[in-house]
């Protein structure tokens, strides 16, 4: 039996050393025609093409723009903003963070769905206020940088435990349109708040 487990461990080890030898770096980093693999943070030595060696780094900004068809916002670099499509050409952009709070985009090619408002709040809020929880709310509107002006609501589900807000505000036309959502626990605002001021102070509506 030990033998047995000292060959599996062996295997174990061998395949382990295997993959990290392998391992893969997130960026390609590409220097008068010479590439190397890096990931942020690090340092490397490049060999240019007249025999010079260069020390180069790859650092993460704090932020990065996200830009959609027809709305464009800046995020944490460390969040990904992933598309999913709704079908009915209904696209939704979302950027989550580890502890919950997100930022949502819908963007709606066939219809103006300012009026979707009070439906999405009820998706979001309904598990919460099935199990006790109090919602209240209250009309609100956000004027971009643009001027562009942004209607709907703000609302927050209490629960005995917790609570969390969420703004949900929409801009269309005739037959498309953009609806924004974010929501935030109350036991995060300190640490999350800066995610969701940095969205709104700097959202693009290009319709």
């Not at 103006?112 to 919602?135: C, F, I, R, W, Y």
């Not at 036309?173 to 709104?200: C, N, S, V, Y």
Request: glycine share 10%; aromatic share 6%; net charge negative.
């Amino acid at each position: 039996m030990r033998m047995r487990f000292a060959a599996a461990l062996a295997t174990i080890m061998l395949c382990a050393g295997l993959a990290h030898a392998e391992d893969l770096k997130a960026f390609k980093l590409t220097i008068d025609g010479v590439t190397v693999d890096i990931d942020p943070g690090e340092d490397a030595n490049v060999r240019l093409p007249g025999g010079k060696t260069a020390k180069v780094r790859l650092d993460r900004n704090d932020f990065a723009t996200f830009s959609g068809g027809t709305f464009s916002f800046v995020h944490p670099s460390g969040i990904s903003v992933t598309k999913t499509d709704l079908g009915d050409s209904i696209t939704q952009y979302l950027a989550a963070s580890a502890l919950g709070t997100i930022v949502v985009v819908q963007e709606y090619g066939k219809m103006n769905p300012v009026s979707l408002d009070q439906l999405m709040l009820q998706e979001m809020t309904k598990e919460s206020v099935q199990a006790g929880g109090t919602l209240t709310q209250q009309p609100t509107t956000r004027k971009l940088a643009d001027g562009k002006q942004l209607t709907g609501i703000k609302a927050t589900v209490k629960t005995r435990t917790d609570s969390a807000d969420f703004e949900i505000v929409g801009f269309g036309l005739a037959d498309q349109g953009l609806l924004f959502i974010t929501r935030i626990g109350d036991q995060d605002a300190a640490t999350e708040q800066p995610m969701i001021d940095k969205f709104w102070e700097t959202l693009k509506v290009k319709l």
